[in-house]
């Protein structure tokens, strides 16, 4: 999750990508406020509701940050009471005056109305800061988000979740076992959430969609476009096993590198932990790390070997104090008892979930995928090259391109770029 600078992040470096939806944008603008909303289809205006609108409109206000936007909302009655205030009351409130203005003239509302148009057109929805279904654990951190954008299933960002993060450029080691322990993590019922960004994040999502597990994936763009570009597939994957993307970001809000660092601060706040796998000095998972500290977060780290840069900050938050990881047993010791009986009882009255690989017994190899098993490690890739090279004088290339393959189709190896190859943990 390397999101403190454009180079570490990639934001900024390229454009990212829709993710398509099933209908077309339904919110129809008017001359006046009043128009608008009752030109909404009869969908979507039963959909909504004043506060839910009135909390839009703020959060779509220029000049207007969630810590300046709660408190004002704590002076009111309620949420909507804005849309009534003369223009000296809203000023009072400490708005600028672009923002004051914004709300006064019916903009706010014409923007809100509109941008919920987009929301149903993406078969998304809303949840603001006085919704029921808004997560408490959100609630406690300083400057939660006054809105957030979900799609997919709102319910999940109240269960019990960790986050999993790292750099954009890990190591075959530190995918390995991102994906692991995300993998074994999410078999006992435990949330996993991350970024989506490239390197770690990924492999944490993909851990959980090993294990047939729901994945939540906070995104520092609007949720109609995907980041990376790449991650179009996991994103679909995420939603189509049940998952969620969230934001707290307007549709169509492409990506900025001063988005992200904003977004860890809600990727630890929605968990009761942080683990941290593979991280650089500059890495912007430090920010996560920081946002952990501050909001009571327990924090681990998976520890590194020294002379990889990526280990820098594992090593050293472990040094500081976060508790060191090396299985899923590691983390689960460590949550609190509540957590710890409420994952237990759901797992004893839901379906098991798959396991992942490293919960089942090893199925008998061939003897041409032992050798080839063999040679390769988990913590360092091989190019094909090399491989038949060490095996020149036991195998033909023909045999080890066959295991190569059986192998991989098994899950038991995994494929990098270049025709690299690496063991799975």
């Known amino acids: 999750m390397d999101t403190v600078s454009i180079s570490d992040d990639g934001a900024g470096s390229d454009k990212g990508v829709g993710l398509e939806s099933g209908a077309a944008v339904v919110a129809a603008r008017t001359g006046g406020a009043e128009a608008g909303y009752a030109a909404q289809e009869p969908a979507l205006r039963e959909q909504l509701d004043e506060n839910r609108l009135a909390w839009l409109a703020l959060t779509l206000a220029p000049g207007l940050g969630p810590k300046r936007i709660l408190d004002a909302v704590k002076q009111l009655k309620s949420a909507s009471q804005i849309f009534t205030l003369p223009l000296t009351a809203l000023e009072g409130l400490r708005f600028p005056a672009g923002a004051a203005q914004f709300l006064f003239d019916g903009k706010g509302r014409r923007a809100a109305e509109e941008e919920w148009g987009r929301v149903v057109a993406q078969g998304a929805t809303l949840v603001s800061y006085s919704c029921p279904e808004y997560p408490e654990r959100l609630r406690e951190i300083y400057d939660p988000p006054p809105v957030l954008w979900v799609r997919g299933d709102a319910k999940l960002l109240s269960r019990p979740a960790i986050a999993v993060v790292g750099t954009r450029h890990p190591t075959p080691y530190g995918t390995g076992i991102a994906e692991m322990l995300s993998r074994d993590l999410a078999a006992r019922r435990l949330l996993i959430v991350s970024g989506m960004a490239r390197g770690i994040d990924s492999w944490a999502h993909k851990g959980a969609l090993a294990a047939r597990m729901p994945t939540v994936a906070v995104w520092g763009t609007g949720i109609d476009v995907v980041y990376p570009k790449e991650n179009k597939k996991l994103a679909e994957e995420i939603l189509a096993l049940g998952g969620a993307i969230v934001s707290e970001l307007p549709m169509g809000t492409f990506p900025a590198p001063q988005n992200f660092p904003r977004r860890n601060r809600i990727l630890s706040g929605l968990c009761v932990a942080v683990l941290v796998v593979e991280a650089g000095e500059n890495s912007g998972t430090r920010v996560t790390a920081r946002c952990a500290a501050e909001q009571n977060r327990d924090l681990f780290a998976v520890p590194g070997n020294v002379t990889n840069k990526g280990s820098w900050t594992p090593n050293t938050l472990i040094k500081q104090g976060a508790k060191l990881v ?100």
């Open 326 to 425: 090396a299985t899923w047993e590691d983390v689960w010791e460590e949550l609190p008892s509540q957590v710890r009986l409420e994952l237990e009882s759901e797992g004893q009255t839901a379906s098991k979930p798959e396991a992942g690989a490293s919960l089942l017994a090893d199925p008998v190899l061939r003897p041409q995928e032992a050798m080839v098993l063999e040679v390769l490690r988990a913590d360092e890739s091989l190019q094909i090259d090399e491989i038949l090279e060490l095996l020149e004088t036991q195998l033909t290339s023909s045999e080890v391109f066959t295991a190569l393959f059986e192998l991989e189709m098994a899950g038991r190896i995994r494929q990098l770029p270049g025709k690299n190859y690496v063991r799975t943990m």
